[in-house]
């Protein structure tokens, strides 16, 4: 396969066509960055752990019923996927408060939230990605009711398969966020999931083992990226 010109840059990926029709080649960039991109770094590898971990994830996924845009690895850094069109969607599930919902209402951090709590934002960076609900998603087009209850259940049954596969490594699954896309009427979780859009605690220690290290300076994030990415892919028994 042959990566053609850049289509999409991102704050941390690059999307390519390619010589094949329907597929699209994702760049894992070693860019990171926090707060809207008001925080940003270049670490040496940083892509690779993430590509890796998203493959680790949505091949799981796919193996349990859940439709992704994953379809193999060229490299470390890069990944084959279908080609979707993206729904701007964040949608954010949460197990534990943590993050803006213990900022913006008054939840406790740590606090078990159970059922699981899905809240859906705009993806709009220029807007700071605004919290919508149901009414505004259809008012907007976004999405229909019978879309949004479909990206519901699957937000949902990634959440139950994560939280299981990650329990396994003693590690909790705090909150994380996914999107979605279409190719013709089908929708498809794409983008990525990763140490960058989850936030994973260490079960025994509470140790953040996310983003989290990045944004709030509470060690060395690469350190952190590595031996999370060990403990989720090299030694998961096989799912
Ligand atoms: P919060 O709303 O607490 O900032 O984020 C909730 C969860 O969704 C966290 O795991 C966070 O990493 C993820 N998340 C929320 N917004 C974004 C975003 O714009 N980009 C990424 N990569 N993850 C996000």
Redesign the pocket.
Known sequence: MKQKKILYAGK?KSVYRTDEKGRLIVEFRDDITAF?GGKKDVLKNKGSYNAGVSAFFFAYLAKNGVRTHFIEMLDAHRMVVRELAMIPL?V?V?NIA??????NYPFKEGTKLDPPVI?I?Y?D?SRH?PMLNDELIVALKIATPQELRKIKAAALKVNALLVKLLAKQGITL????IEFGRENKTIYLGD?I?M????LWDRKTGESL???VYRFNKGDVMDTYDRVAKRITKTAKKP
């Open positions: 941390a809207d964040e954010i949460r943590a993050g803006s919902i213990v900022r809240v934002d993806k960076d990605d705090v909150d994380f966020k990525e990763s960058d859009s989850m936030r996310d983003k989290d």
